[in-house]
């Protein structure tokens, strides 16, 4: 089982579609977690952490739930713009005192007009 | 702040030639890594390192070195290239404090590199 799962996609929607991507995590000492995007052929960039708590920003609404090991990312009002990879990542502690950084293999995309 | 810049762009190797990946930041940064990540894949990690001095493997080191000399720099080399090391390359650097796990990684633009 890999350590950090996610539906590779391709997601298909129409502008203005609500759309929404979970993503599972197999270590339960899993600290921090993040969902960044990627846009085709550019390096990843952070789109914002997943807090305990759950966070908005804007369309984007990232939520964590820690009993199911699991983190979703839901985009409302979907714009063409937000096409895109979109990657989760988990940070894990590790018994050398640092940590670790997992990336998923990413969600794809692609918002029609 | 530039962030983290990488060169070259773009490269194409002959097999069995060598080349260094040059990676910079300038955000006090103590972690960097390298990342290669295939036509539709995931990045998968090849080195990093936690400071100056200090390296390690990731899950497909092999065919790479790195060295950490300063704080800024970490670059990767490739010995006697191969076509399987065609691929993108990211570096990426983050902050890490004891304890807490809360900081992001912030990447280069990447390089191409092919390998015939």
């Known amino acids: 089982r890999k350590e950090v799962e996610q539906d590779p996609g391709p997601f298909n929607v129409p502008e203005g579609a609500t759309v929404a991507f979970n993503c599972t995590y197999s270590n339960s000492a899993s600290q921090s977690f993040f969902w960044y995007r990627q846009d085709c052929r550019k390096e990843p960039k952070l789109l914002m952490s997943v807090y305990s708590s759950g966070n908005e920003d804007g369309r984007f609404t990232a939520q964590l739930n820690r009993a199911s090991q699991y983190i979703s990312l839901l985009i409302r009002d979907s714009k063409l713009s937000d096409s895109a990879t979109y990657l989760c990542?988990?940070?894990?502690?590790?018994?050398?005192?640092?940590?670790?950084?997992?990336f998923g293999a990413g969600t794809r995309l692609f918002v029609k007009a | 702040n530039a962030g983290v810049t990488q060169t070259p762009k773009f490269r194409i190797l002959k097999i069995g030639q060598s080349m260094t990946l040059q990676c910079t930041q300038d955000m006090n940064h103590n972690y960097m890594y390298w990342y290669r990540q295939d036509p539709g894949m995931g990045l998968k990690l090849i080195y990093y390192?936690?400071?100056?001095?200090?390296?390690d493997k990731g899950e497909v080191p092999n065919g790479y070195n790195v060295s950490r000399s300063t704080t800024e720099d970490f670059p990767l080399r490739l010995e006697l290239a191969a076509p399987s090391q065609t691929s993108v390359y990211f570096c990426?650097?983050?902050?890490?404090?004891?304890?807490?796990?809360?900081?992001?990684?912030?990447f280069g633009p990447g390089t191409r590199l092919t390998v015939t």
């Open positions: 990542v988990v940070n894990q502690f590790i018994n050398t005192g640092g940590f670790k950084t997992i």
């Open positions: 990426a650097s983050s902050y890490q404090d004891t304890g807490d796990s809360s900081y992001e990684q912030y």
């Open positions: 390192s936690v400071g100056a001095g200090i390296t």
